[in-house]
């Protein structure tokens, strides 16, 4: 249940194969895009791209949080346009939910491991910048931020206010030796446009290692 949205809200949890309450686990917030929800990830098997990392040696075992990040008040009787302010605000909406609700119920309800070490929040596209603005806004709680050919919005733009500015889009000294930021783009990406180079552009100026 959210507080937030004031309704039920879905999520998928992919637990390790061999999960046990008696041990820890770091987290893995997955996030999806415009058009997706909680179950679009799984078009790219997360499940046993993760556990063939791990059983490779290359990743810890991990407890992965697919949610959906369309955080849509139980009151919207009417879905707002597409790509619409108001829609996007719905995903930026998600922030609050991730903070006051998902993530205490996720750790209440599962063995996991405390601490900002021990979380990342990554996601595609719409989630790519919902994960940037969870990660730098909760840079206390996150160690890890990955923005997969993140969206349009973070920096301002002919429409939005952004969620960020050139000089807010970096993160305290404090935490700059000690947080990993990836901002990945294809090479034939023709949606974002060039809003990873900005983004990376933004966080290079303010001294932010990614």
Same mark, same amino acid.
């Given at each position: #249940?959210?507080?937030? $949205?004031?309704? &039920?809200?879905?999520?998928?949890?992919?637990?390790?194969?061999?999960?046990?309450? $008696?041990?820890?686990?770091?987290?893995?917030?997955?996030?999806?895009?415009?058009?997706?929800?909680?179950?679009?990830? @799984?078009?790219?098997?997360?499940? &046993?791209?993760?556990?063939? =990392?791990?059983?490779?040696?290359?990743?810890? &075992?991990?407890?992965?949080?697919?949610?959906?990040?369309?955080?849509?008040?139980?009151? $919207?009787? $009417?879905?707002? !346009?597409?790509?619409?302010?108001? %829609? @996007?605000?719905?995903?930026?909406?998600?922030?609050?939910? =991730?903070?006051?609700?998902?993530?205490?119920?996720?750790?209440?309800? #599962?063995?996991?491991?405390?601490?900002?070490?021990?979380?990342?929040?990554?996601?595609?596209?719409?989630?790519?910048?919902?994960?940037? %603005?969870?990660?730098?806004? =909760?840079?206390?709680?996150?160690?890890?931020?990955?923005?997969?050919?993140?969206?349009?919005?973070? =920096?301002?733009? %002919?429409? &939005?206010?952004?969620? @960020?500015?050139? !000089?807010?889009?970096?993160?305290?000294?404090?935490?700059?030796?000690?947080?990993?930021?990836?901002?990945?783009?294809?090479?034939?990406?023709?949606?974002?446009?060039?809003?990873? !180079?900005?983004?990376?552009?933004?966080?290079?100026?303010?001294?932010?290692? %990614?």
């Amino acid at each position: #249940y959210s507080t937030t $949205t004031e309704n &039920e809200r879905n999520a998928k949890v992919i637990l390790p194969p061999h999960y046990n309450k $008696t041990k820890k686990y770091p987290v893995l917030y997955l996030l999806h895009g415009i058009g997706g929800d909680e179950n679009e990830w @799984f078009g790219g098997k997360p499940n &046993e791209v993760i556990n063939n =990392l791990v059983a490779e040696g290359k990743a810890k &075992e991990m407890i992965i949080v697919i949610p959906n990040i369309r955080a849509r008040h139980k009151y $919207t009787t $009417t879905p707002p !346009e597409f790509f619409s302010i108001e %829609h @996007f605000r719905e995903f930026d909406n998600f922030l609050n939910d =991730l903070r006051d609700d998902l993530m205490p119920w996720i750790e209440n309800e #599962y063995s996991t491991l405390d601490g900002r070490d021990n979380r990342a929040v990554a996601g595609l596209s719409m989630g790519g910048r919902s994960a940037l %603005h969870v990660g730098i806004n =909760l840079i206390d709680k996150f160690s890890y931020i990955g923005a997969f050919t993140p969206a349009i919005g973070v =920096l301002p733009y %002919h429409i &939005e206010n952004g969620l @960020f500015t050139k !000089e807010t889009l970096t993160i305290p000294d404090m935490y700059k030796e000690n947080t990993l930021i990836m901002i990945v783009k294809g090479d034939n990406d023709g949606v974002v446009g060039d809003c990873p !180079e900005e983004y990376s552009n933004a966080l290079t100026e303010n001294g932010v290692s %990614h």
